[in-house]
Antibody
Framework: QVQLQESGPGLVKPSQTLSLTCTVS??????????WNWIRQPAGKGLEWIGR???????TYKPSLKSRVTISVDTSKNQFSLKLTSVTAADTAMYYC???????????WGQGTMVTVSS | QSALTQPASVSGSPGQSITISCTGT?????????VSWYQQHPGKAPKLMIY???HRPSGVSIRFSGSKSGDTASLTISGLQAEDEADYYC??????????FGTGTKVTVL
């Protein structure tokens, strides 16, 4: 079955760039028509959608984060990635990658990776 | 783009039914039949329970059902069980092709 696994540094300094990767197993990231998403959750708080990448390569981002976010794909590694620039403490959160068959549905999630922004 | 509004907590006794509301605007919940619900147990990733307002993914108990009226969507859990104790989040497709989540509801089984 399809599985997702997030990876990346657990600690990022303020003003630097947060970079995470989601590795997809059990299916090719470039086959079918799927949406590949990044979602985050600060400790004890709610979910926040960051953005998505469609199989075609098109992207959509949360407006308030758009100037700092890039989601890209590496089909050779069957991975998609998140880059968030100029991070602050407010970006400290559990980061999840998730797949959806439509833009509004997240049916497969990774286990999440915790990222702390601190000097 | 503010989060959708959910009650902070809802509780019920085993066997009872509870309903969680999710209120948005005509730019999200009210404008599209693309509301989903997620269950999250502590320390775990969210799990899809309902999509497109009232559709259940394969494997999700029929005790979970969804509905929508105007700008408010609802998740009903019938025959409440101890394992249903968790946080629940609604989500909606929104204008501009974005996605917005609710504030979350903690369900307690008494």
């Amino acid at each position: 079955q399809v599985q997702l696994q997030e990876s990346g540094p657990g600690l990022v300094k303020p003003s630097q760039t947060l970079s995470l990767t989601c590795t997809v197993s059990g299916a090719s990231i470039s086959s079918g028509s799927y949406y590949w998403n990044w979602i985050r959750q600060p400790a004890g708080k709610g979910l926040e959608w960051i953005g998505r990448l469609y199989t075609s390569g098109s992207t959509t981002y949360k407006p308030s984060l758009k100037s700092r976010v890039t989601i890209s794909v590496d089909t050779s590694k069957n991975q998609f990635s998140l880059k968030l620039t100029s991070v602050t403490a407010a970006d400290t959160a559990m980061y999840y990658c998730a797949r959806g068959e439509s833009p509004d549905v997240f049916d497969i999630w990774g286990q999440g990776t915790m990222v702390t922004v601190s000097s | 783009q503010s989060a959708l509004t959910q009650p902070a907590s809802v509780s019920g006794s085993p066997g009872q039914s509870i309903t969680i509301s999710c209120t948005g605007t005509s730019s999200d919940v009210g404008g599209y039949n693309y509301v989903s619900w997620y269950q999250q147990h502590p320390g775990k990733a969210p799990k899809l329970m309902i999509y497109d307002v009232n559709h259940r993914p394969s494997g999700v108990s029929i005790r979970f059902s969804g509905s929508k009226s105007g700008d408010t969507a609802s998740l009903t859990i019938s025959g409440l069980q101890a394992e249903d104790e968790a946080d629940y989040y609604c989500g909606s497709y929104a204008i501009g092709g974005t996605q917005i989540f609710g504030t979350g509801t903690k369900v307690t089984v008494l």
